[in-house]
């Protein structure tokens, strides 16, 4: 068993900037992707980025170009550093990630983006 953490959520402007983070602990041997996924009220859950082990990024086509995914694997962490943010950013963050062949996603973190 795996279990992640998020932190860093919060209330924030528009145009601003927030960084989450999300460690994994546990049953760990090789977590061969970490990454983020948002949900916003009433609608799908969507990839924001993913990382690979080996450092290949995945981004969302609503993150190009506005937030940057970074991991450190001896740490087991992923962070996430937003900026230019949107309202419509607003949604329920979630740490994700597949040691070996098991997915596993953290609680959630709420950001808001005021206009």
């Known amino acids: 068993q795996v279990q992640l953490v998020e932190s860093g959520g919060g209330l924030v402007q528009a145009g601003g900037s927030l960084t989450l983070s999300c460690t994994a602990s546990?049953?760990?041997?090789?977590?061969?992707?970490m990454g983020w996924y948002r949900q916003a009220p009433g609608k799908q859950r969507e990839l924001v980025a993913t990382?690979?082990?080996?450092?290949?990024?995945n981004y969302g086509d609503s993150a190009k170009g506005r937030f940057t995914i970074s991991r450190d694997n001896a740490k087991n962490t992923v962070t996430l550093q937003m900026s230019s943010l949107e309202p419509e950013d607003t949604a329920v963050y979630y740490c994700n990630a597949l040691e070996r062949v098991q997915y596993y996603w953290g609680q959630g973190t709420q950001v808001t983006v005021s206009s």
């Open positions: 990382m690979s082990y080996a450092g290949r990024i």
């Open positions: 546990g049953t760990i041997v090789s977590l061969t992707v």
